[in-house]
């Protein structure tokens, strides 16, 4: 087989097939098949498409390409949740112990941040001892024990993907919704998932910026998931404005407290409810959707959630008090309000601008060895569709410095107060 002829091949429209799409990434990944050969096949994927089909051979290929997690040795349905990336976005912080506490393992491997979204790894350590940096036979008697760890990412999964990605990163084909469905879909496999639930991003601060994109590139996923023997489901969500009122790690620990309190904001409880009811129904704990809130809304009102998150918190080396005394998590310096310039109702907190503010304070990477503070962040004080009169504060600043001018100005050119605007629709629909 020659690579010049399947990229001829995809170039002229047609279908590869599954031998032809393995020679192409065990080649990449062996080295064999060189860059500019590889990128010409992701221009040519870019605008041919994939059936179905080669989607799940292209996923199942990079799978194959590293090292897989088994999680075989864990009781029960393992379901994974995975956002296409959001800012502010703690729904993983609240739905682990929340779905763990209905006696769902939730074996989760998660990341750091890079660039405007944030990691739930770097959220975790906001609590005082927590590390994930543990064996996999600890990760694997916990959850059994537990129904819920974390355990960082290892570094030897996928590895076609990494190297694909990091080639469409730099050739213009990051956008395509094969590339894409596959390259997410190749990590959740090879993480030993047996059920997938996806929270599909949309708006500014998302891959997909309209709706329809985004249920395009959810319907792709959900088939590649069911067509490779994963069952899989989908939440199209909004990510035009920052999710709920916290930004920054200490922050958004806080925000998970209250959110498996019941008393968090409306819009991460609807969105924690929206995926959790999946998660729970794949898991086959419940008969449908609606019987799968229920249960959920009966764990946080019982504070059996709450009990599971000071569990996991204290199971993985963590300072468990923090849950009842979240000052002791690191607060920053200083408290700096962004008071509202004029009367009206704010029509536009953009969400990637807002989550660059946030990591100007450097609550985020701006590169991937850039250190975090995790005292630091952006509280919002007002959200889509709320009114407000000038001088009102628009955001509090945590910063652990004086002068945030930067910031502010970053905030200021990212918010935008007209005479109406309605709060935008949170969740665009469900793709099962
Ligand atoms: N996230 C991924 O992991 N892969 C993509 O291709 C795009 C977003
Ligand atoms: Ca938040």
Not at 45 to 72: P, Q
Not at 141 to 160: C, D, F, H, R
Not at 336 to 344: S, V
Not at 351 to 373: F, N, Q, V
Request: hydrophobic share 40%; net charge negative; aromatic share 4%.
């Amino acid at each position: 087989m020659r690579m010049v002829d399947l990229i001829e091949k995809k170039r002229d429209g047609k279908e590869l097939s599954t031998e032809e799409i393995n020679f192409i990434v065990q080649g990449y990944t062996d080295g064999e098949i060189p860059d500019y050969q590889v990128s010409a096949f992701a221009m040519a994927t870019f605008f041919k498409d994939m059936t179905d089909r080669e989607r799940a051979d292209l996923t199942m290929a990079m799978v194959n390409s590293g090292e897989t997690i088994d999680l075989s040795a864990i009781e029960g349905v393992k379901v994974d949740k995975h956002s296409t990336g959001g800012v502010g976005d703690t729904t993983t912080l609240v739905l682990a112990p929340l779905v763990a506490a209905l006696d769902i393992p939730v074996a989760k491997m998660s990341g750091r941040g890079l660039g405007h979204t944030g990691g739930t790894v770097d959220k975790l350590e906001a609590v005082e001892g927590f590390h994930v940096e543990i064996t996999k036979d600890e990760f694997i008697k916990l959850v059994n024990e537990n129904k819920i760890a974390v355990i960082g990412q290892s570094g030897n999964l996928t590895p076609a993907d990494k190297k694909l990605y990091a080639l469409r990163d730099v050739t213009a084909t990051v956008n395509s919704i094969p590339l894409i469905a596959s390259s997410i879909m190749s990590k959740k496999i090879a993480a030993g998932a047996d059920a997938i639930v996806l929270d599909v991003k949309t708006g500014a601060g998302a891959f997909m910026k309209t709706p329809e994109a985004a249920k395009e590139l959810a319907h792709a996923m959900v088939s590649i998931g069911n067509n490779v023997g994963r069952k899989t489901m989908a939440v199209i969500s909004d990510m035009s404005q920052p999710l709920g009122l916290a930004i920054g790690n200490s922050l958004e620990i806080q925000e998970a407290i209250d959110t498996l309190k019941g008393e968090g904001p409306k819009d991460l409880e609807e969105l924690c409810y929206a995926l959790g009811s999946q998660m729970v129904y794949l898991a086959g704990k419940a008969d449908s959707l609606e019987d799968a809130k229920a249960k959920l809304q009966e764990v946080i009102q019982n504070g059996k959630a709450l009990e599971k998150f000071k569990q996991f918190l204290a199971s993985q080396g963590g300072d468990a008090s923090v849950i009842d005394h979240p000052e002791r998590l690191p607060q920053a310096q200083y408290r700096i309000e962004l008071p509202a310039k004029q009367d009206g109702v704010v029509a536009e907190l953009v969400a990637d601008e807002i989550g660059t503010a946030a990591m100007l304070l450097g609550a985020g990477r701006a590169t991937k060895e850039s250190e975090i503070d995790l005292a630091v962040g952006l509280m919002l004080n007002k959200k889509v569709g709320d009114a407000v009169k000038a001088g009102d504060s628009l955001v509090t600043i945590h910063a652990n410095r004086e002068n945030v001018e930067d910031v502010m100005e970053k905030l200021y050119d990212s918010i935008r107060i007209a005479d109406h605007a309605d709060a935008p629709t949170l969740v665009y629909g469900t793709v099962t």
